[in-house]
């Protein structure tokens, strides 16, 4: 299995919210860098996915490219208003098979209206 191939199955499983098939892809040390946050390591990781999952209905993967140990998907989520489709991309860096460190890109316009539709 390509990293491609495993990109594309972990972000399915995402879209699935099956966060068990998600962390047999995740490297232990994985990092995860957003606009909004900077996480550290597969537990805080799937917390975070998890967390998110409740606010979205699908994803869908519109573009998957990649070479050796470099992959870069664009993807649109369906979230619940007041958010809408959020449009993201993702630069992921494998290690030994694994996804060991994530960038997200993303406007937080949008989720800054849903921080405060739920008071947060």
Do not use: Q, W
Not at 8 to 19: L, P, T, V
Not at 76 to 90: M, N, Q
């Amino acid at each position: 299995m390509t990293n491609k191939d495993i990109a594309r199955r972990f972000y399915e499983a995402f879209g699935e919210k099956d966060f068990d098939a998600m962390e047999r892809f995740l490297h232990k040390d994985v990092t995860l860098t957003t606009p909004l946050a900077h996480l550290e390591g597969k537990e805080a990781y799937l917390g975070a996915a998890r967390g998110f999952g409740v606010f979205f209905t699908s994803l869908s993967i519109r573009t998957l490219l990649g070479e050796g140990d470099e992959v870069m998907l664009v993807y649109d989520v369906a979230c619940l208003p007041p958010v809408g489709v959020s449009r993201a991309a993702a630069h992921v860096i494998f290690e030994d098979g694994l996804m060991k460190r994530i960038e997200l890109f993303h406007d937080t316009t949008p989720f800054a209206a849903l921080r405060g539709a739920l008071g947060a």
